[in-house]
């Protein structure tokens, strides 16, 4: 059998041509994996049709835009080069995604990073574990309680004032929203983007400065059905269910606490309803994002 041709795409890197890295990137698009693949059978036709060992990054985006304006539109063929503009730029994008524990969150942003190739991806709870390192209970207790738990540890005088369960959560969250900003912060320095997710996302805890800039996407996930909630804790954390599903009526008042507070800023809220599927309006949330920083470039 003969052994297909080696074709390398030179941009700022030489790269081979990789069918599976294109059907990759057409996520972002809205295509399956297998459609992607069938799809970048055709563009490495054509790429051997050249009969050139080595080609241009612009010929290949030339020849993909190509295929996809005959296949689909022009704007989807405008949205492929936007995607790879940026891909090309030292511009980092910041994605935060929030929503209460079981709506979906880390399966979504790991899915997002890796259509885009964003290699960071950190979870809020992960940076909750390491202050409590640095900070102890004695210190804050607040910070050792599960964000649904931390009421709690509150002092009699705020629990009678306020609404306990969501001063707690605010309390925990605050925390937390310290080491998130240390993370945009330290991204935007070195140019490199991340998905930062998780339930401490509160966007009170950021000034305009970081909601309102042009290469970062707030994205609130919420679910309307508390039966499907209720399924979602049950199926995505085995050694955690019992002690989520008895404080299931404190996970949902922080999850309409999120909705509400993403709604007063007008800012993108995505909800996950059985038979639709939320990634993809997440894509075209990102995408939109992406082609509004690129043009303004």
């Not at 074709?7 to 700022?12: A, F, L, P």
């Not at 995607?83 to 979504?108: C, Y």
């Not at 997710?197 to 970081?210: K, N, R, V, Y």
């Not at 909800?271 to 997440?282: C, D, H």
Request: proline letters at 3%; glycine letters at 6%; hydrophobic letters at 40%.
């Amino acid at each position: 059998m003969e052994k297909e041709p080696q074709i390398y795409i030179q941009g700022k890197k030489k790269q081979l041509f990789s069918r599976g890295i294109l059907a990759q990137k057409l996520r972002m698009l809205g295509f399956s994996l297998s459609e992607g693949y069938e799809f970048s059978i055709q563009v490495y036709n054509d790429l051997t049709n050249l009969h050139e060992e080595t080609i241009d990054k612009k010929k290949l985006d030339e020849i993909v835009s190509s295929h996809l304006k005959k296949a689909y539109s022009a704007d989807v063929a405008n949205k492929y080069l936007m995607i790879e503009k940026w891909r090309g730029s030292n511009v980092p994008l910041l994605i935060l995604i929030s929503g209460a524990i079981g709506a979906g969150k880390s399966t979504l942003s790991r899915q997002i990073a890796g259509d885009l190739g964003i290699q960071h991806v950190v979870g809020t709870q992960v940076i909750r574990d390491i202050l409590r390192k640095v900070l102890s209970a004695d210190v804050m207790p607040e910070l050792h309680s599960s964000s649904y738990k931390a009421f709690q540890t509150l002092r009699p005088i705020y629990s009678s004032r306020f609404d306990e369960v969501l001063l707690g959560f605010e309390n925990h969250s605050k925390l937390v929203n310290i080491g998130v900003d240390a993370i945009l912060s330290r991204a935007e320095k070195e140019s490199v983007s991340v998905v930062v997710e998780g339930e401490h996302l509160l966007p009170a805890f950021f000034d305009d400065t970081i909601l309102k800039k042009s290469n970062a996407i707030y994205i609130t996930m919420a679910v309307p059905d508390p039966e499907m909630h209720r399924e979602n804790l049950s199926s995505q954390y085995t050694q955690e269910k019992e002690d989520l599903l008895e404080h299931f009526e404190n996970i949902r008042k922080i999850h309409e606490h999120l909705i509400n507070e993403t709604k007063i800023r007008k800012l993108p809220l995505i909800e996950t309803i059985k038979g639709e599927n939320a990634i993809s309006k997440v894509r075209e949330l990102v995408v939109d994002k992406i082609v509004s920083l690129v043009s303004s470039q």
